[in-house]
């Protein structure tokens, strides 16, 4: 089924006036800091936000962004350098990235079927560096296998001010029952594909550094069980969209982040003998990518209230989440499942208020809720109220002030679509 059509033209989604915000503050959402994440050494995923601001006053003269002065000479010959942007820092904007290459940031869906997905720098944020010391070279730049990246938050001149880089790490590539340690930061230029510099001392990093030490387990999950002793025994946390914020581009291209934990460790309610596992769920290659019930979490329930999709605000679309990852373990019990899905198309209109509805069920969901709540849930009811864009990231005059219910914790979001990928993109949901 094809609900991501192409984004049309590059130029309607992504064009906006070119302001300069740059990336100042990341922070890595998972990993947690001495968290334990994934099974059998893989299904987990890296979540970081960047925060932006207008960038300080630029001097004239041009740096390597790839390494610390003292190890630039080595950088240009042996890993790699990036020059800076003529003394300026790379503009982060939502503009016409197909007329304005030099532009330095664009939202787009990296599947792992497209040459775009490898080691090395990231196709959409040329500046973001990310590594981790038990990949086979701890030097090795992975930001280039983030799958998802999003702009969660601009301004109406086009200025960024958060944006979302997800990655689903589907092979036990960093070791499995290990210690493991990830470190991201952006650079004001283009990013090696190794980085051998002191990014503490790097007068070229632009942003602060986070790093998260954690701990990748390595068996598999625990399929014992116990009796419930909650009546509600799932939470949700919605990262973004957040409440009463204006989203996407023209009705596309927002993104949905949220993690569900379960507070009952006893039931176990995400054993895999119960239909939960990890799952990237691609656009470009899944035939079953679909509204319906989710593959990878199979009580999860996710409708908008606006939906023009078959079955309208009673369609399940629980299975249109990209990312389905195992983020937290505790004695070999899997204590949270991270879903995250970058949207594409405008299937829940554009210019208007809208809202979601999250919940998770006990065994398996509903594909569609047909006007009547299941008596079976087991998590918190999350509603979600915020606006969709119009043409052009205009909102309609009419539009109510949004809000949101149950968990706080919700984010906003706006997007384009990486303008090299227009016949990949056709192929999307």
């Known amino acids: 089924m094809k609900l991501f059509k192409t984004f049309g033209a590059a130029a309607a989604l992504l064009g906006l006036a070119n302001a300069q915000n740059t990336p100042k503050k990341v922070t890595i959402l998972t990993p947690l800091e001495g968290g334990s994440v994934g099974v059998m050494g893989s299904g987990y995923m890296f979540d970081v936000v960047a925060e932006f601001s207008p960038p300080p006053s630029v001097s004239s003269g041009v740096g390597v962004a790839a390494t610390s002065t003292s ?50 720098p990231n196709a959409a944020a040329p500046g973001f560096v990310c590594m981790v010391n038990t990949s086979s070279d701890p030097t090795e730049n992975l930001a280039g296998f983030f799958q998802l990246i999003s702009i969660t938050n601009s301004d109406a001149q ?8 997800s990655w689903f790490v589907g092979a036990a590539a960093f070791g499995s029952n290990v210690n493991s340690t990830v470190t991201v930061f952006f650079l004001d230029g283009p990013a090696p594909a190794q980085y051998t510099g002191n990014p503490m001392t790097d007068p070229h990093v632009i942003s602060n550094v986070a790093t998260t030490h954690f701990f990748i387990f390595g068996d598999a999950a625990s399929n014992a069980t116990a009796a419930p ?14 409440a009463g914020e204006d989203v996407g581009r023209d009705g596309a291209g927002w993104l949905v982040d949220m993690v569900i934990v379960n507070n009952d460790i006893s039931a176990n309610y995400f054993a895999p003998s119960k ?69 594409g198309t405008a299937f829940a209109g554009q210019g208007k208020p809208t809202g979601l ?8 969901a509903p594909s569609s809720i047909n006007g009547t709540m299941p008596s079976n849930i087991i998590s918190e009811i999350v509603n979600v109220n915020f606006t969709l864009s119009g043409a052009s990231g205009a909102t309609s005059s009419n539009s109510a002030p949004a809000s949101a219910s149950s968990t706080g914790a919700a984010n906003a979001l706006t997007v384009g679509a990486g303008p090299f990928l227009l016949g990949a993109l056709a192929l999307l949901l």
Request: hydrophobic share 35%; with cysteine; charged share 10%.
């Open 229 to 242: 002793s909650m009546d509600t025994p799932l939470s949700i946390n919605v990262f973004t969209p957040r």
């Open 71 to 120: 190890a630039s000479t080595s950088a240009s010959t042996s890993s790699g350098s990036s020059s800076g942007s003529g003394g300026s820092e790379i503009s982060y904007v939502r503009s016409k990235r197909a007329t304005d290459p030099d532009d330095g940031f664009f939202a787009f869906i990296n599947s792992p079927n497209l040459t775009t997905f490898a080691s090395g």
């Open 357 to 364: 509805t999250i919940f998770v069920v006990n065994e398996t």
């Open 275 to 343: 239909g939960y596992k990890t799952i990237y769920h691609d656009n470009f290659t899944d035939p079953n990518f679909a509204p319906g019930v989710s593959e990878a979490v199979p009580g999860l329930v996710v409708t908008s209230n606006t939906s023009t999709l078959p079955g309208g605000a009673d369609t399940n679309l629980a299975n249109l989440f990209q990312i389905n990852a195992v983020t937290s373990v505790q004695n070999g019990v899997i204590i949270e499942f991270w879903c995250t899905w970058l949207v």
């Open 158 to 165: 086009g200025n960024i001010l958060e944006a979302y880089f």
